[in-house]
């Protein structure tokens, strides 16, 4: 069973920055492609950035390409997405998710296995 706990996430005024965290435990986190996504009230949960099991691989969401980045430290079993010129269109609640099976990364909300609770992000215009 594999623990996820996201942290870093808060209220910050528009081209602003944040860093989120999500910490891992339970499993051989060194070995699961990761993903963060994204979730606004009425929309559906989408994929803003993901990584390989080496960290070697990236995706980023077309939208946050430039401003996002996506990183892994893999002795310390957590995974980072530093968010820089925050836009209001970027506030929503942020899930961390690992992919126990699939050692490429993908996008595909419905296959990783394991989410975190969600932090929260607020970007005021």
């Known amino acids: 069973q594999v623990q996820l706990v996201e942290s870093g996430g808060g209220l910050v005024q528009a081209g602003g920055s944040l860093r989120l965290s999500c910490a891992a435990s339970g499993g051989s986190f060194s070995r699961y492609t990761m993903g963060w996504f994204r979730q606004a009230p009425g929309k559906e949960r989408d994929c803003v950035a993901a990584?390989?099991?080496?960290?070697?691989?990236?995706y980023h969401k077309e939208a946050v390409k430039g401003r996002f980045t996506i990183s892994r430290d893999n002795p310390k079993n957590t995974v980072y997405l530093q968010m820089n010129s925050l836009k209001p269109e970027d506030a929503a609640v942020y899930y961390c998710?690992?992919?126990?099976?699939?050692?490429?990364?993908?996008?595909?909300?419905?296959?990783?296995?394991?989410w975190g609770q969600g932090t929260q992000v607020t970007v005021s215009s």
């Open positions: 998710a690992a992919d126990t099976h699939i050692a490429t990364i993908h996008t595909r909300a419905g296959t990783y296995d394991y």
């Open positions: 990584i390989s099991w080496s960290g070697g691989i990236t």
